[in-house]
């Protein structure tokens, strides 16, 4: 008895790959030799480029810098707290990791300085540093990982 002819298979046809979204909310900044920007320490989320950085604040309190429009960060709606010098300011956390990472700066009254309103001030020792061509702590900070 002859054997039935099989019939090759015939090859599957790819399935079309649903595509992603990008999250809407979410900013990455290149990582190349022309950049330098902050990265929340705890889970690399990109936060605010140098040229954003006004000042950078060294203290007993905190050490940080003090920025215009960071992304990828939520603040809270009401003041929680006081802070530098006991001016009204609100959490600000790293938008994918929930960490609190700084403060941001509320309706201010003189004789403060009218650039501080509205602005933010980002903990070093909660930020990493992209320098152009590595990542590193960010300055001011300390590394107490290590202790």
């Known amino acids: 008895m002859a054997e039935p002819e099989t019939k090759p298979e015939a090859e599957a046809e790819p399935q079309p790959q649903p595509e992603l979204e990008p999250d809407p909310i979410s900013v990455r900044y290149e990582m190349n030799a022309q950049s330098r920007f902050f990265l929340c320490r705890f889970c690399g989320n990109h936060v605010v480029t140098m040229d954003n950085c006004i000042v950078g604040v060294e203290g007993t309190d905190v050490n940080g810098i003090i920025c215009r429009n960071p992304v990828n960060v939520e603040h809270d709606d009401t003041m929680s707290r006081s802070f530098l010098n006991r001016l009204p300011a609100v959490n600000v956390r790293c938008n994918a990791c929930n960490k609190y990472i ?41 590394d107490d990982r290590t202790t």
């Open 102 to 142: 700084g403060e941001k700066f509320l309706g201010l009254t003189p004789p403060c300085p009218r650039v501080m309103e509205g602005s933010y001030l980002l903990h070093t020792d909660r930020m990493l540093y992209w320098n152009g061509t590595q990542l590193r702590y960010a300055p001011g900070a300390y």
